[in-house]
């Protein structure tokens, strides 16, 4: 996927003026989190859930090479075959050649966010082989050529009369010609468009959730059933994973579940669950009859041992997106890059480099939020705060930045004379301020007065004013 | 320092915010504390906890000043600051800024252990009740960040200011969201900031209180200045202002009247 992070401050404008985005994102709130907090309410052990949760990721990431060893062999014992991916490019190069060997022209798509971090759709497109995204969501987007603006929805930012539009355009070349307004016109117009593409495709190509080690199973969650057609239809299944997204068990697997569509949907649990073990088998009625799993390491494993290796816990559940101010006044595209909110101003410097991110890891109040919601207790602030420090020791951070805060720090570490550049600062604004106790606007402090008054300070600092107290007094 | 067993000593953190923009805020923190039987200590080598270092990725300034406050604050039974987010950067982040340095570490750690947020050590250390105030007024409360996550202060101020008579409490909408200040994030990321500003002043001043109180003049400026932009008419005050009953000085951003 092209990155675009670098002009995050011109996408958070542009977003920040487009009201459609801007009422579809407040809903963010009411949506997602208000359910969340009803969901986790109701289940007394949610915090024992969450500390099990850590543990689990954990004890994978650190014996990470076992478990994927094991979950191979399982998949090889199943009739599967595993494909282990370094970069983006051999990941593509793989799902490629399996096309190419079932003789496939469309292929069917579950949602996949390791699919958009390696473009594959595009590249698919330019082999001539033509990718038909089935979540209602990537459809919509698919069919818009745009790209997800949200991990759990997608096409969070589309309005529905954006849809309504969009369906009345693009489905007139299946006779489809009448405007549909009702979502649940819409969403059966999407289906019996979709209907036909599940029974033509030649591939069905899925993410996973979780894979399973013990059994050598992928485990896809979703909402609308498409993952289910996707994989079972077609006669060849790949899916595509990053390594961290293994589980020793089974009961691991659902110990995650039940954290993962309370915390990204505030569901109890997803409505489908799907585990695929292996190709179908000879008394089997339907289900593919050629199994692979991608397995994508990308630069994962990198952060092992390092003090992101907690990233690798990510269960890609939008929590923290969900509860974040930021993302919520920006929306998803702004971030410029597969992951938004908190998690992409925390992975994404280490996916698509600090230069390009930088703007990421700084533009949050590290109001602390998304590290309260995420379910797998990843200290998002920490990790961005990491980042901020990157790129100030590799002079990333902009010269005017790095010598205001050296000129702050200067004074600040000089007692006396910070007292006296504070007395003069202070009673400067009062000054200015005169009657109206309050600055309308300051050259100096333009990022301040744009959108707000400045109180001007009340007078002598409270220093001064304690020092001539203390002196009256004696 | 010579001491009574009955009182405790306090070093006040007086912030550098408090320090330059609001010193009714130390003078209303000092007289509750007196109230409550403290002495009040206010060492002159202190400036600011670093936050503004910290936040903008510049450790090694950090840490200078962190030693310093550490230096500064050296041998005192309690340091208190008005505000959340100080008291959280000195609690929560000088020892992990120090981490890799042990004798630093100890020392920091040290700190952290006897440092509060105001309101929370007023409830939850002095278990103390402010002189009967009177106030006949409305006042919704903001949650500030740090305050609330950092030092898990969020009844103790509310049921401090339940104490103040004929003063009513009115809960804003989605008060636990952040208004958009964060330090330096607010002028760097102007436009998100006033957006998320905005939000925040929509829920407060569909309360219809007369005054806005929080723990944090970082947060009250930011506020206060939006407030004030639009427009709207309500009293912006620190809650330690609130609880020492000193309501009539004009609130943040209020002018002569
Ligand atoms: S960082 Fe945590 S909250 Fe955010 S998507 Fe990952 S698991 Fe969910």
Redesign the interface.
Known sequence: MQVTSRHF?DG??EA?QDKDIQTAFSKV?TGFSVARAARVEELPEFEDLRDTAVDIKNHVIENLDYYLEYFEDQVLLQGGKVHWCNSYAEARDAVLKICRDADAKTVTKGKSMITEEMALNDFLSENNIEPIETDLGEYIIQLAHEYPSHIIAPALHKTKEQVSDLFHVKHQEYGLTERQTDPQALVNEARSVLREKYVAADVGITGANFLIAETGSTVIVTNEGNGDLTQSLPKTHIAVASIEKIVPTLEDASTLMRLLARSATGQEMSVYTTFSTGPKRKDDIDGPANFHVILLDSGRSELIGTDKQDLLRCLKCGACMNHC??YQ??GGHSYGWVYPGPIGAALNPQMVGLEEARHLP????????C??VCPVRIPLP?IM?H???????TQV?PKP??WG??L??F???R?AL?RLV?RC??MALRLLAG????L?SLPM????T??????????????D???QQKRGNS | MSETPESKTVALFVTCLVDINRPSVAFAAIKLLEQAGCTIVVPDTQTCCGQPAYNSGDKKSTKAIAAAVIEAFKGFQYVVAPSGSCAGMISKHYPELFADDPTMLVAAEELAGRTYELVAFLSDVLNHQPAATALDASLTYHDSCSSLREMKVRDQPRALLASVDGLEIREAEDREACCGFGGTFCIKYSEISGSMVDKKVDNIAATKADILAAGDLGCLMNIAGRLQRRDEDMKVLHVAEVLAGMTDVPGLGEGER
Request: net charge positive; proline share 6%.
């Open positions: 401050k958070a404008h920040l709130k101010p930021v006044a920006v700084n533009a949050s109040t590290f109001c602390g939020r590290e309260e920490k705060r980042w901020r420090e990157k790129s100030f020791e951070t930045e790095r805060i050296g702050w720090a004074f600040a570490k007692p910070y504070t600062g202070a009657k109206k106790g309050r309308k402090m333009k990022g301040w744009s959108v707000r008054d400045l109180p001007a300070p009340q007078g002598k600092t409270f220093m004013q304690w020092k």
